[in-house]
């Protein structure tokens, strides 16, 4: 167990729909990453939040979005859902600001697009 | 468009054998860092370097930093099947707060 919690763990839904993702970070990390990774296309970084603040912005579609709220746990938001959208989201964690000190990623959520 | 590419893309060897896989970049990072990823979970840290020329062993791995910074290796000695899994290089430059993923290496050590 690396600290970081995922939830839901697997979500099939159907195209169109809007799911959200959500994230708790490890204990005393206050900024909170969100990566996709597809089969094709690696590990892309999506968005950064830090203490509850948007701090870096990578890929991430406008459809998209996500935000940190007080007690630091995350959710993303992925809306009118493409089945291209089907892959796994990883949820990372870090104490400062940046990852110098390497990454604590969750479990992630496998989504499946139909 | 700072790219991070690793190779080889896949590799297939028998217990025992050594093996290398690369990291290369056109950009400069001020460190870079190395994931194992196995199936149906996240990656995890195995080190970070931050010097040019650097070298960190980690049991039967051996990690080094290029001395331009730019490109980074992972060798295994011996493999073993524990070793199995997806190795990620992750880079990033100053001034930025994240790090950019690399490519990913699948690595299956066969019994």
């Known amino acids: 167990d690396s600290g970081v919690t995922q939830t839901p763990k697997h979500l099939i839904t159907a195209t169109g729909q809007r799911v959200t993702l959500r994230c708790s970070p490890r204990s005393g990390d206050l900024s909170v990453y969100w990566y996709q990774q597809s089969l094709d296309q690696g590990l892309q970084f999506l968005i950064q939040?830090?203490?509850?603040?948007?701090?870096a912005k990578g890929n991430i579609l406008e459809r998209f979005s996500a935000q940190q709220f007080p007690d630091l746990h995350s959710e993303l938001n992925l809306s009118s859902l493409e089945l291209g959208d089907s892959a796994l989201y990883f949820c990372?964690?870090?104490?400062?600001?940046?990852?110098?000190?390497?990454?604590?990623f969750g479990s992630g959520t496998r989504l499946t697009v139909v | 468009t700072q790219l991070l590419e690793q190779s080889p893309q896949f590799l297939s060897i028998q217990e025992g054998e050594n093996l290398t896989v690369y990291c290369n970049s056109s950009s400069v990072f001020s460190s870079l860092q190395w994931y194992r990823q196995e199936p149906g979970e996240g990656p995890v840290l195995l080190v970070t370097?931050?010097?040019?020329?650097e070298v960190k062993k980690l049991k039967r791995l051996t990690f080094q930093f290029g001395d331009a910074r730019k490109d980074s290796s992972l060798h295994i000695t011996a493999a073993q099947p524990g070793d199995t899994g997806l190795y990620l290089c992750a880079g990033s430059t100053s001034g930025t707060y994240k790090y950019i993923f690399g490519t990913g290496t699948r690595l299956k050590v066969l019994a």
């Open positions: 370097v931050v010097t040019g020329g």
């Open positions: 939040y830090y203490n509850g603040e948007e701090r």
């Open positions: 990372a964690s870090t104490l400062s600001s940046g990852g110098v000190y390497g990454y604590t």
